[in-house]
């Protein structure tokens, strides 16, 4: 496993607390009764939420049906794991 502060370094962001993080970098199938599952449900919401912020900003005057679609095409499984291959998080966890 590669360090946590590659990690960082490669999202050029520090996270205040590592436990967090770990936590977050632990599947289902490695670990049944301790693992991302809960931080994954937070995180997707989380997730929608900066995405259809940005989205109304960013597009002022589209309609609810387009920014919807839109969101979803970003927020969407495969989108999210080719950013993850992208940066490699396979390496991480």
Same mark, same amino acid.
């Given at each position: 496993?590669?360090?946590?502060k ?15 993080? *770990? ?13 991302? *599952?809960?931080?994954?449900? =937070? ?11 940005y ?6 005057n589209?309609? *609810?049906?387009? =920014?919807?679609?839109?969101r ?7 989108? =999210?794991? &080719?950013?993850?291959? *992208?940066?490699?998080?396979? &390496?991480?966890?």
């Amino acid at each position: 496993m590669i360090s946590i502060k590659k990690l960082q370094a490669k999202l050029r962001y520090k996270f205040k607390n590592i436990k967090l993080l *770990e936590l977050a970098l632990i599947h289902k199938s490695s670990n049944n009764s301790l693992n991302n *599952e809960r931080l994954e449900f =937070l995180g997707d919401a989380i997730l929608n939420a900066v995405i259809s912020s940005y989205l109304f900003k960013k597009f002022p005057n589209e309609k *609810e049906g387009l =920014l919807t679609r839109m969101r979803s095409h970003i927020v969407k499984g495969e989108t =999210l794991t &080719n950013k993850a291959n *992208e940066i490699g998080l396979i &390496n991480f966890i």
